[in-house]
């Protein structure tokens, strides 16, 4: 469920609290955010005591991730320090301003804008690296030449190979899971990082420690080789949870740089629109965007307010309408009245409304991470019984720290630090092959869990665009001759109504009608010459404005489309007769209906938001079955009515395509953008449907439920592994001549790696079919 707790910054907050309540992108990100707040305050408690700082020279020199200076109610703006170390570009974080848009106060969320390509570059370079330093190694390892019976060659220093690169591949490859291990130190939450940091230093230490003592064993090979697992492992999940945060700036990118502004003498002038205030008068031009909220002083226009209310047709304008910023004037010029700019606008309250939402995620921990913390203490539990019993059974010597050593190395779960990992990353190709790109691993997860997903209408359920829905002539006229002279009529007009027409009759194969002496009737409709009759294309207000009666049929016909919520346009000929009528609506997607259907099959929810009339979202509930409707829903309140069904206790996944979606998209515990929606919606999701089929939400629920389920199964493989490998290492058996070596542990530590990997890839195959 979206959290909303407020944060607390005061020095007197305990770190384990905040560390609850602070939301992160990622596994790094979270042990970086959480080791530089500790580093601070520790730096905090002991100023003023003639203490140097040990933290801060510590951290330059060790710490593979730069940590994240955040936002305090002091001022302080995100920041980035470098590390004098780390290879230029390997860890680059960008942090966006948004001005006044958001980040007001205090944050000590890690929630900056951040580009997570850089883990992901680092860990694949450190994996290449290491792969290719470790193909030597391995090549010399006297227990791989007698596996597979060859004799590498010798030469003059050949016997320092091994050993050489080994302490390369540890000192490069390793230290990433060294670094995030002391900040599980540092917190206190021994993790996955903590585990691989144990294995990888025992081994080291001992390895090295074996070319010096007589009757030991070097573990180099399989040193090596698990380093190259993990940094495999780590590179992939960084792929898999790479997120971009862009929501705030796309929508900026709605309002315009620069505004016409009227002056005193009735000229025009261009100025930036941050220098608008109250009360300025500006020029709107036709294709323009508002560039602040206001209302309209002179001229009538139709404006397209799609991408903030959800209105699926133009709005029209006159003198007194109000006007928002970021909407798009259709075919009149506007003299806007300035009521309201920057902050107060309806699009910057939309933009304060996705960073708060953004910032609600709560985190959530994968189940391996879980794992390793309790694998950390058993692996150390096991290693101390070890030791005690061996040397109360045969006393210390060199075998018991052999045995020791063997229990801490086959304790790092290569197979446990695939097994997530394998499975996201099969996963989010698998999704991509079917036309769902995954921003967020941890909504994906969720997906599987969700009791109710609410679309929105315009763009997603329907096509958002007007459709001719159905026709009713009049007297001797047919429907062909109908769509021929109202296809000709509007055959040069870009207003959606005349698309809708045209379009219906190029599907039918009508031909337009040549017309002559058109002319735009403003707020009426339209009229032209068509074999010499003069023919007239308009709604009610035309009708009326002619003072024309409608037969029998086309009033009928009007009425049942009137209690549809469609729209009627009259076809009118002479100024005496109305010889047809168009009902024209928002089309629904035939998909649409399918989806609905097996998404309650699967025992979900649907609930539907709209800004549309209470009508129309009546008859669209009612034709699709949707299970629950919200109507003339505002941005703002699109995103309470997707907190109002979690408070309620449902997971609820939101699936929309336009700017005033984007709060709502934040807010879901899954965010689903259409991707031929706005830029601003794609940006606001978690997952992105390439095309627009509601079907691609079932395909989801499926394919994280699958997921979940191989992650389950991987998790008990791997885990099932340790179980019974560490009791062996131990030696609890070896009163009956079964003891595991440090080799043979190795083999089977590669085996358990090749079937957790064999199971993910068979989430390949799964039936994703709607």
């Known amino acids: 469920m979206s959290n909303h707790s ?106 900056a804008h951040t580009d997570h390509s850089g883990h992901e570059q680092m860990f694949r ?9 470790s193909i030597p190694v391995i090549f010399f390892s006297e227990f791989i030449q007698g596996v597979f019976g060859y004799t590498a060659p010798t030469f003059p220093g050949s016997v320092w190979i091994t050993p050489v690169l080994s302490v390369i591949v540890f000192a490069y490859g390793g230290l990433p899971f060294l670094s995030m291990a002391r900040t599980e130190l540092q917190n206190r939450e021994p993790g996955m990082m903590m585990l691989i940091s144990l ?58 740089d620069t505004a016409e502004r009227v002056t005193e ?35 009538e226009s139709s404006v397209d307010e799609s991408m903030i ?78 030791a005690v019993a061996w040397v109360v059974a045969v006393g210390f010597n060199i075998g018991v720290l052999e045995r020791v050593v063997t229990v801490l190395v086959i304790a790092c779960p290569h197979a446990l630090g695939l097994a997530v990992p394998l499975v996201v990353a099969i996963n989010t190709s698998t999704a991509a092959q079917n036309g769902m790109l995954i921003r967020d691993r941890i909504a994906m997860e969720e997906a599987r869990n969700l009791d109710t997903v609410m679309f929105d209408k315009t763009g997603t359920l329907t096509k958002g665009e007007q459709g001719v829905v159905g026709i009713q002539t009049a007297g001797e006229w047919d429907e062909e001759r109908a769509f021929e002279i109202a296809a000709g009529v509007e055959g040069d007009s870009e207003h959606m109504i005349a698309r809708a027409i045209r379009t219906a009759a190029e599907e039918r194969g009508v031909q337009r009608a040549s017309v002559s002496n058109f002319e735009n009737l403003r707020g009426l409709g339209v009229r032209a010459v068509v074999d010499g009759d003069t023919v007239h294309l308009g709604g ?110 449902k997971l609820v996944a939101m699936v929309g395509d336009g700017v005033n979606d984007a709060p709502a998209l934040t807010r879901a515990d899954v965010g689903i953008a259409i991707g031929s929606g706005t830029d601003v919606a794609i940006e606001s999701g978690d997952i992105i449907l390439v095309d627009n089929n509601p079907l691609d939400v079932v395909r989801l629920v499926r394919l994280s439920k699958a997921s979940y389920r191989k992650m389950q199964e991987n998790l008990v493989w ?28 190795a083999v089977f530590m590669s085996l358990s790696t090749i079937i957790v990997a064999i199971n993910a890839r068979r989430l390949r195959g799964v039936d994703l079919s709607a």
């Open 265 to 299: 003498s009735g000229d025009t002038e261009e100025v930036p629109v941050t220098e608008l205030s109250e009360d300025d008068v500006v020029l709107v031009r036709p294709g323009a965007s508002v560039p602040a909220d206001g209302e309209v002083a002179e001229g």
């Open 6 to 111: 407020t944060h607390d910054h005061s020095e007197a907050s305990p770190p384990e609290a905040q560390s609850e309540e602070t939301v992160y992108c990622c596994r790094i990100c979270q042990l970086e955010a959480d080791g530089g707040r500790r580093a601070t305050a520790d730096s905090s408690e002991h100023t003023g005591h003639g203490r140097p700082s040990e933290s801060a020279p510590e951290s330059e020199q060790t710490d593979e991730h730069a940590h994240h200076e955040h936002e305090t109610a002091s001022g302080h703006s995100h920041a980035k320090r470098e590390h004098g170390h780390i290879e230029e570009g390997e860890h680059d974080h960008d942090t966006h301003d948004h001005g006044g848009h958001g980040h007001e106060g205090g944050h000590e969320d890690h929630k």
């Open 718 to 745: 791997a885990t099932g592994y340790n179980v019974v490998a560490l009791p062996l290492a131990a030696g609890i058996l070896a009163p009956i001549g079964i003891l595991l070596s440090p080799a043979i542990g």
């Open 309 to 386: 209310t959800g209105e699926s047709r133009p709005v029209d304008k006159e003198p007194g309408s109000e006007v928002v910023a970021g909407t798009v004037n259709q075919d009149g010029s506007l003299r806007v009245r300035v009521t309201k700019t920057g902050d107060e606008t309806t699009l910057a309250g939309i933009m304060r409304l996705v960073d708060e939402a953004q910032k609600s995620k709560s985190r959530t921990q994968l189940l391996a991470d879980r794992a390793a913390g309790w694998l950390f203490y058993i692996a150390l539990g096991v290693a101390a019984i070890t």
């Open 125 to 133: 370079r450190r994996f290449w690296v290491s792969l290719v330093l």
């Open 199 to 256: 294995a990888i230093t025992v081994a080291f230490v001992y390895s090295i420690a074996s070319l010096f003592l007589e009757g030991t064993t070097p573990f180099f090979w399989e040193l090596v080789t698990l380093i190259d697992i993990m940094l495999l492992g780590h590179w992939m999940e960084m792929r898999s949870v790479r997120q971009a945060s862009g929501a705030l700036d796309e929508l900026a990118k709605l309002m315009p």
């Open 540 to 649: 009610p207000n035309l009708i009326e404005k002619l003072g024309i009666d409608r037969s029998d049929e086309i009033v009928s016909f009007a009425d049942e489309a009137g209690s549809n919520a469609q729209t009627v346009i009259y076809l009118i000929r002479d100024e005496s007769e109305v010889v047809a009528a168009f009902a024209l609506a928002d089309v629904i997607r035939e998909e649409s209906r399918r989806a609905i259907e097996a998404l309650h099959g699967m025992g979900i929810e649907v609930a539907m938001l709209t800004g549309d009339s209470e009508d129309v979202a009546r008859a669209v509930s009612e034709e699709l079955g949707i299970d629950q409707y919200f109507a003339e829903v505002l941005p703002e309140e699109k995103d309470t009515k997707v907190e109002q069904l979690q408070s309620e206790g």
